[in-house]
């Protein structure tokens, strides 16, 4: 069977003020349907432009990209993006911002009522009810990244592509949309693409960990296989040897390539 998602080869070249910079080299992934890969590397390896080449809003400069054996070429109702910094519309309330993604994906098809049902339905998941009248100007930081969560799970792509969707939420929110996470991606059996810096999220989430070493040119260090049964408990995982394997395993990787502090500089 041939991978949903096929990364060959990509690489990602930005012209800056002081010349070519090589932020990505050699980046090969196939990813299956259903899959939920995460990605994990030190600040500014390139993670977050890995995923906006899936996503399409970077074109890469070398290599190509497939979704479902074509070319992927801009960005389409198909990825739902969770991105780094929200972009939410500063204009529209929490409502109006799904509501707006809910309405490209399923307005030519539902009514008015219906669409408005998924959006109040996305809004609940992610316990924003009580905000969904509110301008992003008018909320915390955990609460916009909730309601661009609520945005892009309300698409129902196929492909979720989530930039350190759980970063700025506290320790509770975070292992409660973790587990709704889990329950929509076995019911739904969407690909994900997550991006985390968080090392037992990446083991609790994902089905594969990808790693990725320090850029410049940054490129794919080593793929860790998440072999632990399915549906996943937290609670029982903490007593689990193979998952404190896992994790040293990704920590290990971390700390291999921790920048000294010359590079750092
Ligand atoms: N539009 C751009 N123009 C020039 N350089 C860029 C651009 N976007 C990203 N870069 C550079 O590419 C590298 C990778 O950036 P990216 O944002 O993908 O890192 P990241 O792994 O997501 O980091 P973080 O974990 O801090 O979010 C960085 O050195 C960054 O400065
Ligand atoms: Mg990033």
């Known amino acids: 069977m041939q991978s949903y998602v096929q990364i060959e080869n990509a690489g990602m070249v930005f012209n800056t003020k002081k010349g070519k910079f090589t932020a990505l080299t050699g980046i090969d992934l196939h990813v299956d349907q259903g899959e939920f890969i995460a990605l994990i590397g030190h600040s500014g390896c390139g993670k977050s432009t890995l995923l906006n080449l899936v996503a399409g809003l970077l074109d890469a400069t070398d290599g190509v990209l497939l979704l479902a054996n074509k070319e992927i070429k801009g960005p389409g109702p198909e990825r739902g993006v969770v991105f780094q910094n929200h972009s939410l519309l500063p204009w529209l309330s929490a409502f109006e911002n799904v509501y707006l993604a809910v309405e490209k994906v399923f307005g030519r098809t539902e009514s008015r009522k219906q669409l408005k049902a998924r959006t109040t339905a996305a809004l609940e998941l992610v316990g924003l009810t009580h905000a969904a009248g509110k301008l992003p100007g008018e909320i915390s930081g955990g609460m916009k990244q909730r309601v661009g969560i609520a945005r892009a799970l309300a698409m129902e792509p196929k492909v979720l592509l989530m ?18 996470l889990m329950k929509i991606v076995a019911a739904t059996k969407s690909t994900v693409i997550m991006v985390t810096h968080d090392v037992d999220e990446a ?48 920590l290990e990787f971390l700390y291999s390539r921790q920048m000294r502090p010359k590079e750092a500089a």
């Open 163 to 180: 930039d350190e969707p759980f970063g700025a939420l506290d320790a509770l929110t975070r292992a409660h949309l973790q587990d709704e």
């Open 203 to 250: 083991v609790l989430l994902s089905d594969r960990i990808v790693m990725m070493t320090n850029g410049p040119a940054a490129t794919i260090g080593e793929i860790l296989a998440v072999d632990l049964p399915r549906p996943r408990e937290r609670l029982q995982l903490a007593h689990d040897p193979h998952y404190h394997d896992l994790r040293s395993k990704v």
